[in-house]
Nanobody, 123 residues
Framework: VQLQAFGGGLVQAGDSLRLSCAAS????????VGWFRRAPGKEREFVAAISWSGGSTYYTDSVRGRFTISRDNAKNTVYLRINSLKPEDTAVYYC?????????????????WGQGTELTVSS
């Protein structure tokens, strides 16, 4: 499966934004999908994940309540809605799929990655 993340850009603190992850491949609907981010000078970190059906979602504590992950399997797309953006949300955001179908908080649990979309939040 090939992934393309998009929707990033330069926004102001307090704004909202939706990132999208578009996938190719007929089996996308059977994969768990995760969003990760890498802030400047930091390691890539887990942000959110969603089960293949969309029935289960997971978030890292620092974004819970502001980030919402969702998916539309008919469109082969997963979304990440971010509300009340903060400067510390500045990062390159990546989506990835776990062909095993299992959710993982570790980047090693995912086997296909998109190129990432850059989000910059100004204060």
């Amino acid at each position: 499966v090939q992934l393309q993340a998009f929707g990033g850009g330069l926004v102001q603190a307090g704004d909202s934004l939706r990132l999208s992850c578009a996938a190719s491949g007929r089996t996308f609907s059977t994969y768990a999908v995760g969003w990760f981010r890498r802030a400047p000078g930091k390691e890539r970190e887990f942000v959110a994940a969603i089960s293949w059906s969309g029935g289960s979602t997971y978030y890292t504590d620092s974004v819970r309540g502001r980030f919402t992950i969702s998916r539309d399997n008919a469109k082969n797309t997963v979304y990440l809605r971010i509300n009340s953006l903060k400067p510390e949300d500045t990062a390159v955001y990546y989506c990835a799929v776990a062909s095993s179908g299992s959710i993982s908080y570790s980047l090693y649990g995912y086997d296909s990655w998109g190129q990432g979309t850059e989000l910059t939040v100004s204060s």
